[in-house]
T-cell receptor, first 116, second 108 residues
Framework: GAVVSQHPSWVICKSGTSVKIECRSL??????MFWYRQFPKQSLMLMAT?????????EQGVEKDKFLINHASLTLSTLTVTSAHPEDSSFYIC????????????FGQGTRLTVV | GEDVEQSLFLSVREGDSSVINCTYT??????LYWYKQEPGAGLQLLTY?????DMKQDQRLTVLLNKKDKHLSLRIADTQTGDSAIYFC????????FGAGTRLTVKP
């Protein structure tokens, strides 16, 4: 199957700093990428949908200015957590699909963010 | 918004069958998925079913879909300790929505 690489796998940062997470489709072009957040023992919550070359669509309750998403190319989307706080600590997972008719989404391995 | 629900825990003995259930509300769902998540890892797609099908079998996995009741189930035959993980059902309408995940524990 297609491979989605997410980097870094884990990161620890200080409160107030910004962290960038990359999501790359390695062997296919992803027109649409999704960013999810997973709280401990809870489900994945969709944060935003990004389409290459256009602004991301954020889910209700997700702060656009805090979680900056850039989908600059068909193989790369980035999520930047700005001015991170301990409550932003979570497991962030991206997924990518080729197009509207794609049957499945391919997931990255996730990034565990800890803000201290 | 649309909702996907599944029970949080399931415990079975090694060799038994496991059945994980899921309900969803989005009637426009086109595909329904089962993902497996092992500790600290991303999601692994196990199987998926198109919304006009009612059953799909793939080795030890059987997916049943009752579209009228919006009910999806995953049956794992001859459950092994390596099957212990969290299983997420997901439905795809305009985007993908996930259930909370069912933690499957397999006892030897």
């Amino acid at each position: 199957g297609a491979v989605v690489s997410q980097h870094p796998s884990w990161v620890i940062c200080k409160s107030g700093t910004s962290v960038k997470i990359e999501c790359r489709s390695l062997d296919f072009q992803a027109t649409t990428m999704f960013w999810y957040r997973q709280f401990p023992k809870q489900s994945l919550m969709l944060m935003a949908t990004s389409n290459e070359g256009s602004k991301a669509t954020y889910e209700q309750g997700v702060e656009k200015d805090k979680f900056l998403i850039n989908h600059a190319s068909l193989t790369l989307s980035t999520l930047t957590v700005t001015s991170a706080h301990p409550e932003d600590s979570s497991f962030y997972i991206c997924s990518a699909r080729v197009g509207e008719r794609a049957t499945e989404a391919f997931f990255g391995q996730g990034t565990r963010l800890t803000v201290v | 918004g649309e909702d996907v629900e599944q029970s949080l825990f399931l415990s079975v003995r090694e060799g038994d069958s496991s059945v994980i259930n899921c309900t969803y509300t989005d009637s426009s769902s086109t595909y329904l998925y089962w993902y497996k998540q092992e500790p600290g890892a991303g999601l692994q797609l196990l199987t998926y079913i198109f919304s006009n099908m009612d059953m799909k079998q793939d080795q030890r996995l059987t997916v049943l879909l009752n579209k009228k009741d919006k009910h999806l189930s995953l049956r794992i035959a001859d459950t092994q300790t390596g099957d212990s993980a969290i299983y997420f059902c997901a439905e795809r309408g305009n985007d993908m929505r996930f259930g909370a995940g069912t933690r499957l524990t397999v006892k030897p």
